[in-house]
C-alpha cells in the first residue's frame, strides 16, 4: 500500500512520542506562573510563552460524570490542548435561590460538579475555557435561563432591566466564586472566561448590560481573559471594543471571517471559538452529517492560516431528560423546531464516545501543525457496549392511575401557564407535561373544543380518558391539530350525545427556545390559548402537573397488569431489565414506539419519536444498578409490546 507524503510524515512525528516531552502543564508552567493568557500582540502568549489554542467543546451536564475522564483523555489525545464548556444556569439554580453544585439533591446532581469537572480537566493536563452566560445558547433548555424567572412580569433577560440583572447578579455570585478558585493564574486550568454568547445577533442590544455583566466577573474574582463570540457579520454590535476579545463563528471560508475579524481589532490573535464539525439535529428533519473532506479542508484553513479554534462540538453528548432546546422564529410559536435529545452534532467523538474518522483527521493534522511538542496520551481504548435482552411490559398506568398519583393539584378559575403554578417553593413547573381537567360536561354530539393561538408545544385530548386527538402518523401531523403550527385549533370531541363527561387537555413542553425569539417562554395554556366546547369559554380547571421528578417515579405504585393488547392513548409503560455486575453502556430501541419519554431508575433519559431522525436513546452504563432495573416509558399514543436495545446509535431520515 502507498502511503501519502503528509501520512508518511503524520507516523515518523508519532514515533517521537517516546521521546521525553513535558507534559502540557510543565510546558506553561515549570519556571512558576505569573501571566495568564494575553491578546497583547498578533499571537496569544500564555505564562509568557507563545501557545494557538487548539480547543474542543465538551459540556459537563451532556456526559455522565463517570466518563468525564474517558471523554477528557481521549480529547487530549487527539493533540487539543483546551476543553470548552458552556454552563447552564438552569440546572445550577433550578428553582429560585436553591443552588446545586452537585450536592443539592436535584435529579440533575450527578452533572452538577462542576468543581469536580474542573479538577478532572486538570488532571488530564487539559486549558479550560469556560462559558458562563448568563445566555449561553447551546441548543439547551432555554438556552439555560431557568424558566422560573417568566414569573417576573417586567424581567426581560439579555438586558440591563433591574429585575433580571438581580437574580444574574445572585447568580454569578454563586458560580463564578467556583470558576475564580480554578483560574490559571491560581494554578487551575481556566484560561479566558466568555462574557454573555453570541449578542451580536440579540434584537435589543444593550451595552451597558454588557458593561454589567463585565463588573459582575471582575468584582467576583475573575482575573484571565475575558472574550466575547459572534459570527463576523455582526461586527462589534455584540462586544465592547477596548475591553473585551472578539472570537468568531463559523463552519467554512475561515479566510474572510478572519480577515473581518483582523478589521476589528487589529494587531490582536484571531480565533474561531466555535468552528462546527458537524450540527444538531431537530425532530422531523434528516440527521446533519458533514463529509470528512469538507471537514478536513475547513479545519486545515484555519491551522494554516494560522489561527487558534476551538471545535463546538468535540464530543456533543446527550440532552437528557426534558432539556432540549429549540429555534423558533419571531412572534407566535407557529415556526417552532424542537431539537432531539441525541446532540451527538456529527462530532469527532459521538454521543456514546467512539472515536470516528474526522477524530483521526485532527489527530494528524495537529501533529502536521502544533510547533510546541508535549506529551499526549494514547486514546484510550472503548469499551464494548452490549445489546441487553429484550423486554416485556409488565406493568402498565393509565392517565387516570397517574394524575390519581399526583401530589399537586391546582384549582384555578383562569388558564395558568406552567410556570405561573404555585408549586416547587413558587418556581412553578419548568419541564414535562401539564394535565387540565373539567369534569360534569355536557356534550351534544358533534360538538366541537377550539384552543385559540398556538398550542405552546403540543396537545392531546381525552374525554372520559379516551384519547380523542390523533395519533402522530407523519411530520405532516405538525400542521394539523395537536401541534404549535395551526392557529385556533378545532377538534370534534364525539359523534353522540354524553353527560357528565370529563375533558382533560395534556400539553407538553416540547423545549423552550435557546436561540431566537428569546423572550416568551411560557409553556402550557397562555392567556391568548382561551378553550371553548362550542361558543361557550371553559374557565374551572383541575390542573396536574406531570414532571416526573425521580421522587415521583419511583413511588409510583399500583401497576396494572398488561394484555397483548395494549392500550392507546397517554400512559405508562413499565419494563424491568435486570444486569449483572457489567454495567455496560446501550441504547434503547424506540424505533417501534410512538412518541414520548424513557425513564430509568425515576431519571428521565430522553425524549423519542418514530419520525426521526433518532430512534435510540443513550443509555450509559453507570446509570444501571446491580439487579433490577425500571424501564419506564411514558407514551402518548401507541405504545409497542416490547423494549429493545442495539450497541449503536439509529438515525432515520422522515
Not at 58 to 69: A, E, S, T
Not at 80 to 86: A, G, H, P, S, Y
Not at 223 to 244: H, I, K, N, Q, R
Request: hydrophobic share 35%; net charge negative.
Amino acid at each position: 500500500m502507498k502511503l501519502s507524503y503528509s501520512t508518511i510524515i503524520f507516523q515518523c512525528l508519532l514515533a517521537c512520542a517516546s521521546c521525553a516531552l513535558p507534559t502540557l502543564y510543565e510546558y506553561y508552567t515549570g519556571d512558576g506562573i505569573s501571566s495568564g493568557l494575553s491578546v497583547d500582540q498578533p499571537y496569544f502568549t500564555l505564562n509568557g510563552k507563545n501557545i494557538t489554542i487548539y480547543g474542543g467543546a465538551m459540556h459537563y451536564f451532556r456526559v455522565p460524570p463517570q466518563h468525564w475522564r474517558d471523554r477528557l483523555r481521549k480529547l487530549r489525545a487527539a493533540g487539543l490542548n483546551t476543553v470548552e464548556t458552556i454552563l447552564a444556569w438552569n440546572i445550577h439554580e433550578p428553582r429560585n435561590g436553591y443552588f446545586d453544585f452537585g450536592s443539592g439533591g436535584t435529579d440533575m446532581e450527578a452533572f452538577v460538579d462542576l468543581e469536580g469537572f474542573l479538577t478532572a480537566a486538570l488532571e488530564e493536563d487539559l486549558l479550560v475555557i469556560v462559558r458562563p452566560g448568563p445566555y449561553t445558547c447551546g441548543e439547551w433548555e432555554w438556552g439555560g435561563f431557568p424558566s422560573w424567572l417568566l414569573r417576573e412580569d417586567t424581567l426581560k433577560v439579555r438586558t440591563s432591566e433591574q429585575t433580571y440583572m438581580k437574580y444574574v447578579e445572585r447568580y454569578f455570585g454563586n458560580v463564578l466564586p467556583i470558576l475564580a478558585k480554578y483560574q490559571f493564574t491560581n494554578g487551575g486550568p481556566i484560561i479566558a472566561v466568555q462574557v454573555e454568547n453570541e449578542y451580536g445577533y440579540n434584537s435589543d442590544i444593550d451595552k451597558v448590560y454588557l458593561q454589567s455583566l463585565v463588573d459582575l466577573m471582575k468584582s467576583n474574582g475573575i482575573v484571565e481573559l475575558l472574550f466575547t463570540s459572534d459570527g463576523a457579520s455582526s461586527g462589534t454590535a455584540g462586544t465592547l471594543p477596548g475591553v473585551l476579545f472578539q472570537t468568531v463563528n463559523f463552519g467554512s471560508d475561515a479566510a474572510t471571517s478572519f480577515h473581518i475579524l483582523e478589521g476589528l481589532q487589529p494587531g490582536k490573535p484571531v480565533m474561531a471559538m466555535e468552528f462546527y464539525p458537524g450540527w444538531f439535529d431537530h425532530w422531523s428533519e434528516g440527521h446533519h452529517t458533514l463529509s470528512d473532506s469538507d471537514f478536513r479542508a475547513n479545519y486545515e484553513d484555519i491551522l494554516g492560516y494560522p489561527a487558534s479554534v476551538n471545535l463546538y462540538m468535540f464530543h456533543g453528548g446527550t440532552n437528557w431528560g426534558f432539556f432540549n432546546g429549540a429555534n423558533i422564529g419571531p412572534g407566535d410559536n407557529s415556526q417552532f423546531q424542537p431539537t432531539t435529545t441525541s446532540y451527538d452534532y456529527n462530532a469527532p467523538l459521538t454521543e456514546a464516545g467512539d472515536y470516528t474518522s474526522k477524530y483521526d483527521i485532527i489527530r494528524e493534522l495537529l501533529v502536521l501543525y502544533n510547533p510546541i511538542e508535549t506529551l499526549v496520551p494514547d486514546p484510550p481504548e472503548l469499551v464494548e457496549r452490549q445489546e441487553y435482552p429484550t423486554l416485556s411490559i409488565d406493568g402498565y398506568l393509565s392517565l387516570e392511575n397517574i394524575v390519581a398519583n399526583s401530589h399537586e393539584i391546582i384549582l384555578t378559575t383562569s388558564t395558568l401557564s406552567m410556570e405561573q403554578l404555585p408549586i416547587n417553593d413558587d418556581s412553578g413547573q419548568s419541564y414535562g407535561y401539564i394535565v387540565y381537567r373539567e369534569g360534569g360536561l355536557n356534550i351534544s354530539a358533534y360538538s366541537n373544543l377550539t384552543i385559540t393561538g398556538h398550542i405552546r408545544d403540543t396537545v392531546m385530548i381525552l374525554i372520559n380518558g379516551v384519547l380523542i386527538s390523533s395519533s402522530l402518523s407523519s411530520s405532516d401531523d405538525f400542521n394539523n391539530f395537536g401541534y404549535w403550527r395551526l392557529e385556533n385549533s378545532t377538534i370534534t370531541l364525539t359523534t353522540e350525545d354524553l353527560t357528565d363527561a370529563t375533558l382533560d387537555i395534556v400539553i407538553e413542553n416540547f423545549g423552550r427556545a435557546n436561540f431566537g425569539n428569546m423572550y416568551h417562554q411560557f409553556k402550557g395554556l397562555m392567556e391568548d390559548n382561551r378553550v371553548f366546547l362550542n361558543d361557550e369559554e371553559l374557565w374551572f380547571w383541575v390542573i396536574y402537573p406531570l414532571e416526573f421528578q425521580s421522587s415521583w417515579t419511583k413511588n409510583l405504585t399500583d401497576w396494572n397488569s398488561v394484555s397483548s393488547d395494549l392500550p392507546k392513548g397517554p400512559g405508562l409503560y413499565k419494563a424491568t431489565l435486570t444486569v449483572d455486575d457489567d454495567h455496560t453502556d446501550t441504547f434503547i430501541d424506540m424505533s417501534e414506539w410512538n412518541r414520548g419519554v424513557v425513564i430509568v431508575n425515576g431519571f428521565v433519559l430522553g425524549r423519542y419519536a418514530f419520525i426521526g431522525p433518532q430512534q435510540t436513546l443513550y443509555l450509559p452504563g453507570p446509570f444501571l444498578q446491580t439487579g433490577d432495573n425500571d424501564i419506564v416509558i411514558f407514551e402518548h399514543f401507541e405504545p409497542a409490546s416490547e423494549v429493545k436495545f442495539s450497541t449503536d446509535a439509529i438515525f432515520s431520515n422522515p
